[in-house]
């Protein structure tokens, strides 16, 4: 064993020595949670949005309905129209999915490190 590895396996075990056991079920927890979560936001983003948005046309995004709903929806959170100015349905596209998917990290690391500490007690 290299001296890196011996600093590794010495640093690692200083870090991780407080953590106990991994429960059986915190990975699954932590991914079906994180998933769920993500998923909810970024639906119930978009609904809001084509609830109360407006389309670059002036139309309310609720009257729409199949792409030009959803088109407009993703113009929407991309701060409008490339034409207006705005990042457009990629920009929007981006931002939905992103949160959805900092909120499904965040939820997943939250329920992971609980189930973990559950453990402890």
């Known amino acids: 064993m290299s001296e890196f590895d011996k600093k590794f396996d010495k640093s690692f075990n200083n870090t991780v020595k407080d953590e106990g056991e991994i429960p059986i079920d915190a990975k699954k927890t932590a991914i079906m949670g994180g998933v769920a979560a993500g998923a909810t936001a970024a639906g119930g983003a ?3 949005v084509a609830a109360v948005g407006t ?5 309310a995004i609720a009257t729409l309905s199949g792409a030009a709903a959803t088109s407009a ?9 490339i034409a207006a100015g705005g990042g457009g349905v990629a920009l929007g596209a981006a ?3 992103g949160g959805g998917a900092v909120v499904a990290c965040g ?3 939250g329920l992971y490190k609980w189930k973990c500490k559950k453990l402890k007690k």
């Open 46 to 48: 978009a609904a809001v």
């Open 55 to 59: 389309a670059s046309t002036g139309t």
């Open 73 to 81: 929806t993703l113009a929407w959170l991309g701060g409008g129209a």
């Open 95 to 97: 931002i939905l999915t």
């Open 107 to 109: 939820v997943g690391y």
